[in-house]
């Protein structure tokens, strides 16, 4: 058609005119652009459609005993020669059902020149109602794709994709997506908003692929900080932008990207660990820049509690704080150096809950750091689970930048525990945090922290973590690289004071051992094994030792008072040189 119009009070409305819901999953919502709310775990059905070609039906909801609960959003697509005049709407939302699973929207792609008028377009979830103890999640928002030559006389920011609105303790279905390109332009230059709408709270979650960053010039924006999304993908090389407007992006495992921006209270974050072997969270780029009012936060996504008894708050870096003997912590643990482990939480007076702690973050900034933001590694406060339980221990946060600037902070501190008039709670510990720079004079280090959590009256608080502040590979105190850690292969170390062990077979360029420093290895079964590519500089009073770290003579010399043998023979009845 050449011209559409679609007047005040009128629509173009294929709502509910999706697919019925076909999951196994009780009380689900659909999922279509975004995951359908769900409570606690996800425990709901994948998202599914492309972003920029939306074609597929919306899915309906799931009533108590898995059957099909209302419909989502049909499919609509518009080709429109000359210009679409939208003071109407033309929406594909899915349904809402009382006491059962939403719909999620469905599909509206449009293709036109130009777009006018004071209309909307939306491809919304249902909303979740029901009986006021039901806990119901919203559905999944759709899929909308507007191209267009000319949108001067229409408002963009009128184009909706959110999730349904949830009920108690479930989540908002997760946001659908908007993806919104000027044809006059680079397709790079397209914009893909991911927005909630009201769902604040709870927000759901959105999953986005990594060809989505590549096509949108790696922007993704949100007029709410209302979604979590997840980037899906391979993200090993260092091929692409990471730009975060107003939006909370949660990756996991290894991420690399060129550059790294975080805009208008944007936050990265990670998923909740699930036990010690879940992957922390590493990301990789050449520059990262985290202004004012941004975070990369991975607070409370660490692990449950792993003491004994009650009341008391979880350890890492430093000890938890008890109350009344109730309880006893974990042991402090991990290696402040190489900080790499989830914090721990506190417990409740019984088993039925616990808080967390922080999770784990490696940063590494192969350019610059501009950090006038925060990162954020801390425990879950006892008072977000209830008034009975210990506060989390604060988690890991393990920075690697050649130049770090700005006026922000770090913390990873443990948690504060709940306060009942009858009962107090353990403060949580501090976590481990380091830092390596090779330039940090734009940044204050005092602005570090890993303090541990308080607590009120009888309760005490949590012991302080670990603060590392030092150059790159430059090691200060006493310290051991493991045999099976190579993350100092291939690079030049200082060591400065202290003792650096090194155990097993290790290669780097060069060692610079000062002030006393001394070089040595601590497990006589690895041996010392190290090569150099190019200098070993031994300053005055440094040195290498390995005295007394040879083989034992048990077993070897017979002679109880006999000396042993090596390059000399030893005294006594000593066993043969060797």
Do not use: C
């Not at 010039?217 to 260092?238: A, M, P, R, V």
């Not at 979880?314 to 989830?342: L, R």
């Not at 443990?414 to 403060?427: P, T």
């Amino acid at each position: 058609v050449n011209i559409v119009e679609v007047s005040d009070g009128s629509s173009i409305d294929v709502s509910s005119k999706g697919l019925k819901g076909a999951s196994n999953i009780p009380y689900a919502s659909g999922s279509y652009g975004g995951y359908g709310g769900y409570v606690g775990v996800l425990d709901t059905v994948p998202a599914y459609g492309n972003i920029y070609a939306p074609v597929h039906f919306g899915s309906g909801g799931m009533t108590h005993d898995a059957k099909s609960s209302g419909r989502g959003g049909g499919s609509l697509y518009l080709e429109i020669a000359e210009e679409l005049i939208l003071d109407g709407e033309i929406t594909s939302s899915g349904s809402s059902n009382t006491g059962y699973g939403s719909g999620s929207g469905g599909s509206v792609w449009i293709d036109t020149q130009v777009v006018s008028g004071s209309g909307a377009i939306s491809a919304n979830g249902g909303d979740a109602s029901g009986y006021h103890t039901y806990s119901l999640g919203g559905g999944g928002g759709g899929r909308v794709a507007l191209y267009y030559s000319d949108a001067t006389q229409f408002d963009l920011s009128k184009v909706y994709a959110f999730g349904g609105s949830p009920q108690n303790k479930s989540k908002a279905g997760g946001a659908g997506t908007v993806y919104l390109e000027d044809k006059n332009l680079p397709q790079v230059e397209a914009i893909l908003r991911i927005d909630n709408g009201t769902n604040t709270e709870k927000p759901g979650i959105t999953p986005i692929e990594k060809s989505a960053l590549e096509l949108a010039n790696g922007i993704i924006s949100n007029g709410n900080n209302n979604s979590l999304i997840t980037l899906i993908g391979d993200f090993s090389e260092k091929d692409s932008d990471l730009v975060l407007d107003n939006v909370t992006v949660e990756l996991n495992g290894v991420n690399s990207f060129d550059n790294i921006e975080l805009f208008n209270g944007a936050k990265i974050t990670s998923a909740k660990a699930v036990n010690e072997d879940s992957p922390i969270l590493e990301i990789f780029a050449n520059n990262i820049n985290v202004p004012e009012g941004t975070a990369i936060d991975v607070s409370a996504k660490g692990l449950g509690p792993d003491g004994t008894g009650t009341h008391y708050g979880g350890s890492y870096g430093g000890m938890g704080g008890i109350y009344d003997g109730k309880g006893t912590p974990n042991e402090p643990f991990g290696n402040k150096y190489v900080p790499d482990q989830f914090g721990r939480g506190g417990t409740r007076d019984n088993d039925s809950a616990h808080s967390r702690g922080g999770g784990a973050v490696y940063l590494e900034a192969s350019g610059e750091l501009t950090l006038n933001g925060q990162i954020l590694a801390n425990g879950q406060n006892g008072d977000e689970i209830d008034d009975y339980t210990g506060g989390g221990s604060g988690g890991s946060i393990w920075v690697n930048a050649d130049v770090i600037t700005g006026s922000g902070s770090v913390y990873a501190n443990g948690a504060s525990g709940a306060n009942h008039r009858y009962h107090q709670y353990g403060g949580g510990g501090g976590g481990r945090v380091a830092i390596y720079y090779n330039d940090a004079s734009g940044f204050d280090l005092a602005n570090v922290y890993a303090n541990g959590g308080s607590a009120y009256y009888s309760a005490t608080a949590g012991g302080n973590g670990s603060v590392v502040k030092q150059l790159i590979n430059t090691f200060t105190g006493d310290n051991v690289l493991a045999a099976d850690y190579h993350g100092y292969d291939d690079t030049s170390i200082i060591v400065d004071g202290g003792t650096l062990s090194v155990n097993g077979t290790h290669s780097f360029v060069s060692i610079e051992l000062i002030n006393g420093a001394v070089l040595t290895y601590s497990n006589p079964e690895n041996s010392f094994d190290i090569t150099l590519s190019g200098d070993l500089i031994i300053n005055s009073g440094a040195h290498v030792d390995i005295s007394g770290l040879g083989n034992s003579g048990e077993g070897v010399v017979t002679d109880e008072f006999a000396g042993g043998s090596h390059g000399g023979l030893g005294g006594g009845l000593s066993n043969d040189i060797h």
